[in-house]
């Protein structure tokens, strides 16, 4: 048994899952993955022995057990990364940690209207709130970018956890066809060319489970 193991949902559908699946990707770190499909009537029994919260993502690691995406994100990056997982630099630490958890917390619209699907790719309209949350994620990674973007092209430059959590963003944007500036859009051209945030899509795509009803509403 591998010593890391991340408990993930359907890779079409689950957002948050997506995000230490990355992180522990481009990190190099080997791990062993469970998928459980979501939404079915024995998913809440296939996730009980794994999951308090009967939610994904859950990360096991020796007699550890961390659930919710941002604190597994937070767990990798001080137990296995020697907090390589965030930038350098109190500043740039600290707008990250920022704008991992305004992700993570807020954006209501975006969660309901816009939930994470590999297969779509069509123009969906947003509604009035959605538009303004897009606005939000846009002047995000304009300013993340221009402030702090200079060692590379990801948010903070180099990759880090804030890419982690806004690369489900990413998915659902060029899905629905968000329309951006052209700062935001070529950071996020940039995250969706990354080759683990491909190999997610492209898993997902293949994935044969059925949307439930059920998902419209919580994903
Ligand atoms: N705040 C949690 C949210 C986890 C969450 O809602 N996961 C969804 C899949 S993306 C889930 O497990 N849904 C199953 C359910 O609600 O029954 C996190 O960031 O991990």
Redesign the pocket.
Known sequence: MKDIRLVI?DKN?????M?PWLLLKMFDIEFEEIRIT??QDN??EK?GPY?P?????VLLHRDITV??????CEYISEEVLTYAGWPNGSKRRASARSVSSEI?SEFPALKKEWP?NCKASYRLKPSEELVDEIARIDAIWSCCRRRFGENGNYLYGRFSIADCLFAPVAVCFDAYEAELSGEANSYMRHLLDNPFVQKWILLGRREKEPLSI?YAS??
Do not use: E, Q
């Open positions: 949902g559908y689950s957002s948050w899952s995000c979501l939404y998913t809440a996730l999951s919260s009967l939610k994904v993502p659930w919710d995406s941002l604190a597994i993570h994470m059920a919580t994903a």
